[in-house]
């Protein structure tokens, strides 16, 4: 059984930094790619970065310049690193991997969210 375990979030003040971590763990033969979305109160969970495991990235336009994903393959981990923070970007922030959890067979897997606050 595969799970993913999301930390980091909190409150922030506008122009701040906040940095999310994940932690995936169980039986994992391999992790293709790793993201994180959020979803803000009454919207719909959108896509924020991606990262595969040739270390390739995608940034939603709304982050570009200012969130940076990152993982380590090592740790079977995902960080996204916040900063120039806004209001708007106040969401529950979920991480999600592909991961083959037996040979061959991929599948997605979810965290549970951690909540991040952009207010003074």
């Known amino acids: 059984q595969v799970q993913l375990v999301e930390s980091g979030g909190g409150l922030v003040q506008p122009g701040g930094s906040l940095k999310l971590s994940c932690q995936a763990s169980?039986?994992?033969?391999?992790?293709?790619?790793m993201s994180w979305y959020r979803q803000a109160p009454g919207k719909q969970r959108e896509g924020v970065a991606a990262i595969f495991y040739n270390g390739n990235t995608n940034y939603a336009d709304s982050v570009k310049g200012r969130f940076t994903i990152s993982r380590d393959n090592a740790k079977n981990a995902v960080y996204l690193q916040m900063n120039t923070m806004k209001p708007e970007d106040t969401a529950v922030y979920f991480c999600?991997?592909?991961?083959?959890?037996?040979?061959?067979?991929?599948?997605?897997?979810w965290g549970k969210g951690t909540l991040v606050t952009v207010s003074s």
């Open positions: 169980g039986s994992i033969l391999s992790i293709n790619s």
């Open positions: 999600n991997a592909v991961i083959e959890a037996s040979e061959d067979a991929y599948m997605d897997y």
